[in-house]
């Protein structure tokens, strides 16, 4: 795609950044030097706010793009509705093979907490396209240590913002760096529960059970 700004922001990273300098050269791109160690929802925040385009997207270091990515889901969200959000669908790549499972439909009013853990389906911020003002309206939740692209989407949702969800894969995620079950480490367990606690008391019963088969 042409016009293009593309914002990285380093969370106090201590990596020889030779490479990264090397890339820049010549291509629209800034950096924003976080001096601490502030976690993704608020590196994604800074970013947020330094953006000048109409539409954004996210990308975590350790994901990347497919090379239609940015073009197809433009070419999408000009077509829908806003305020709105578009997410796409992700694959994973483990030993140099990258695999897909299948992800449900997410229909027309399905509620976002029903869609990932009824139907088990997933949205991820690697995925993620929506015009900037919907990205300020809604922020991500920098007191968050876990569940923030849920989070992010449901605050959307209670704001007006409808998700829609396009099959096709956008990006790659390695599944060797996915981070390990949440009830595998007492102490994101005890931030999980309390975030389901604060969010879940309008959920269907059915979704509260299967959260927690999930986690």
């Known amino acids: ?3 293009l700004e593309i914002i990285i922001v380093d969370d106090a990273s201590t990596e020889d950044d030779q490479a990264l300098q090397a890339f820049i050269i010549g291509k629209p791109v800034r950096i924003l030097r976080i001096p601490r160690h502030c976690g993704a929802a608020e590196a994604r925040n800074h970013g947020i706010d330094a953006v000048s385009g109409e539409y954004i997207a996210f990308l975590d270091s350790d994901d ?6 940015i073009e197809r889901q433009l070419a999408i969200l ?4 806003q305020p709105c959000l578009l997410a796409g669908a992700l694959a994973y790549t483990k030993r140099g093979e990258i695999f897909q499972s299948g992800y449900p439909e997410l229909k027309p009013g399905t509620a976002i907490e029903d869609y990932l853990y009824v139907q088990q389906g997933v949205l991820q911020t690697t995925t993620f396209m929506m015009t900037t003002a919907v990205a300020r309206m809604v922020r991500f939740d920098e007191t968050l240590p876990v569940h923030q692209d849920t989070d ?6 209670a704001l007006g913002v409808t998700v829609h969800f396009d099959a096709d894969i956008v990006g790659v995620a390695d599944a060797g760096n996915a981070h390990p079950r949440i009830t595998n480490n007492t102490h994101h367990l005890e931030d ?4 389901f606690r604060s969010r ?3 959920w269907r019963e059915l979704t509260r059970r299967a959260f927690l088969r999930h986690d």
């Not at 000009?78 to 509705?81: A, D, F, M, R, T």
């Not at 992010?152 to 949702?157: I, P, S």
């Not at 999980?192 to 975030?195: D, F, G």
């Open 64 to 69: 990347y793009w497919l090379p239609n990515k």
């Open 1 to 3: 795609h042409g016009a």
């Open 78 to 81: 000009k077509g829908l509705v």
């Open 192 to 195: 999980s529960m309390a975030w």
């Open 152 to 157: 992010f989407l449901l605050r959307a949702t």
């Open 200 to 202: 879940s008391v309008h």
